[in-house]
């Protein structure tokens, strides 16, 4: 069971305060991001705000004001006199604004997949359809589990994050039917180049590692997939991307 330290709902129309709804199953979008340290820090801000407002736009839920508002109640939600290691979660449909904040997980490195056969709807986008996956992943340790999504016969992304194999010392991504997050984007620009292509599962043995790359995992190195008795071969690419991650971190300024 989640742990939230906040959790409040506002009308969008008169950002009046409401019960809360986390909004799950509804038309909407949403972002989470990592927010961290006194005075707080959130990772990659302004990325995570300009993806929802687009998000909102594809669906069109982008009302006059509402990246104002949106930052108006983030504002009013984070308490300068507090040491932060949570995830902010900022949700909207057509008429509500949820924020919540829930302790970050770190993830362990004895960390196992578990394939199961579903498609996001519409996967691209952000999109608040995700019961299916909260079902499952309620029943699980976050630290130490996530599930993989597949279709196809093709894996495409985590129940959390976006999915990095390494092969060769080269770097393979899902080819389609996934979200490309604020993270996996950072890590591409980083590392110039990962190879988008359709992975199946019947290859995944030829992987030596896998890792899950998002706003709540930052990078977790998959230990095994029991499905199909895959076994990590190598943290080299672990190592790598863990620095590159926690130099960024490292730089991040404090939010005003």
């Given at each position: 069971?989640?742990?939230?330290?906040?959790?409040?709902?506002?009308?969008?129309?008169?950002?009046?305060?409401?019960?809360?709804?986390?909004?799950?199953?509804?038309?909407?979008?949403?972002?989470?991001?990592?927010?961290?340290?006194?005075?707080?820090?959130?990772?990659?801000?302004?990325?995570?705000?300009?993806?929802?407002?687009?998000?909102?736009?594809?669906?069109?839920?982008?009302?006059?004001?509402?990246?104002?508002?949106v930052l108006?109640?983030?504002?009013?939600?984070?308490?300068?006199?507090?040491?932060?290691?949570?995830?902010?979660?900022?949700?909207?449909?057509n008429k509500?604004?949820?924020?919540?904040?829930?302790?970050?997980?770190?993830?362990?490195?004895?960390?196992?997949?578990?394939?199961?056969?579903?498609?996001?709807?519409?996967?691209?986008?952000?999109?608040l359809k995700?019961?299916?996956?909260?079902?499952?992943?309620?029943?699980?340790?976050?630290?130490?589990?996530?599930?993989?999504?597949?279709?196809?016969?093709?894996?495409?992304?985590?129940?959390?994050?976006?999915?990095?194999?390494?092969?060769?010392?080269?770097?393979?991504?899902?080819?389609?039917?996934?979200?490309?997050?604020?993270?996996?984007?950072?890590?591409?620009?980083?590392?110039?180049?990962?190879?988008?292509?359709?992975?199946?599962?019947?290859?995944?043995?030829?992987?030596?590692?896998?890792?899950?790359?998002?706003?709540?995992?930052?990078?977790?190195?998959?230990?095994?997939?029991?499905?199909?008795?895959?076994?990590?071969?190598?943290?080299?690419?672990?190592?790598?991307?863990?620095?590159?991650?926690?130099?960024?971190?490292?730089?991040?300024?404090?939010?005003?």
């Amino acid at each position: 069971m989640v742990t939230y330290l906040l959790k409040k709902s506002y009308q969008r129309k008169t950002l009046k305060e409401i019960k809360f709804q986390d909004l799950w199953g509804d038309r909407g979008v949403f972002t989470t991001m990592m927010i961290f340290g006194k005075p707080a820090k959130i990772l990659f801000f302004k990325k995570h705000i300009e993806n929802l407002i687009k998000s909102a736009r594809h669906y069109k839920l982008n009302k006059p004001e509402l990246k104002k508002n949106v930052l108006s109640l983030i504002k009013k939600n984070i308490d300068k006199k507090k040491s932060y290691n949570h995830l902010l979660r900022v949700a909207l449909n057509n008429k509500t604004i949820s924020i919540s904040l829930r302790k970050r997980v770190t993830p362990k490195l004895k960390f196992n997949l578990k394939l199961i056969k579903y498609k996001r709807e519409d996967p691209e986008f952000k999109n608040l359809k995700y019961k299916m996956i909260l079902k499952h992943l309620s029943k699980m340790d976050n630290s130490s589990s996530d599930v993989a999504l597949s279709s196809h016969y093709k894996i495409l992304e985590s129940g959390t994050s976006n999915i990095l194999l390494i092969k060769d010392d080269k770097v393979y991504s899902p080819l389609e039917g996934i979200y490309k997050g604020i993270t996996y984007k950072f890590f591409k620009q980083k590392l110039k180049k990962i190879i988008n292509k359709n992975i199946f599962i019947k290859t995944l043995n030829n992987y030596d590692e896998i890792l899950l790359v998002g706003s709540g995992k930052g990078v977790a190195s998959i230990e095994t997939i029991k499905n199909i008795k895959w076994k990590r071969k190598s943290l080299n690419f672990y190592k790598k991307l863990s620095y590159i991650y926690n130099k960024e971190i490292s730089k991040c300024s404090i939010y005003k």
